[in-house]
């Protein structure tokens, strides 16, 4: 079965940097699009980037310049550098995959304050 542990997580002041990561297990792992998401308190889902199986990366216009997604199908692992970071990127971060993309795992926090 599908399964997706995020982390990478944590603290950051404005400005500062964090990577997550997600390690992905139970499908073909190189075969699908990987996505990054983020959930802020109260609002739904935001989806936030997108990586295809040949590795071509989409964006949301907010983290755009920002944001790098990757991903190592060696290691069956997508990841999210985040730069420049924002008190709007606070939230819970998810990442998501076209092979099962009604499951989701735990989320990695990320908290941007000083």
């Known amino acids: 079965q599908v399964q997706l542990v995020e982390s990478g997580g944590g603290l950051v002041q404005p400005g500062g940097s964090l990577r997550l990561s997600c390690a992905a297990s139970?499908?073909?792992?190189?075969?699908?699009?990987m996505s990054w998401y983020r959930r802020a308190p109260g609002n739904q889902n935001e989806f936030v980037a997108r990586?295809?199986?040949?590795?071509?990366?989409v964006y949301v216009d907010s983290v755009k310049g920002r944001f790098t997604i990757s991903r190592d199908n060696a290691k069956n692992a997508v990841y999210l550098q985040m730069n420049g970071l924002k008190p709007e990127d606070t939230a819970v971060y998810y990442c998501n995959t076209g092979a099962a993309r009604n499951y989701w795992g735990q989320g990695t926090q990320v908290t941007v304050s000083s």
């Open positions: 990586i295809s199986s040949g590795g071509s990366p």
């Open positions: 139970g499908f073909t792992f190189s075969s699908y699009y």
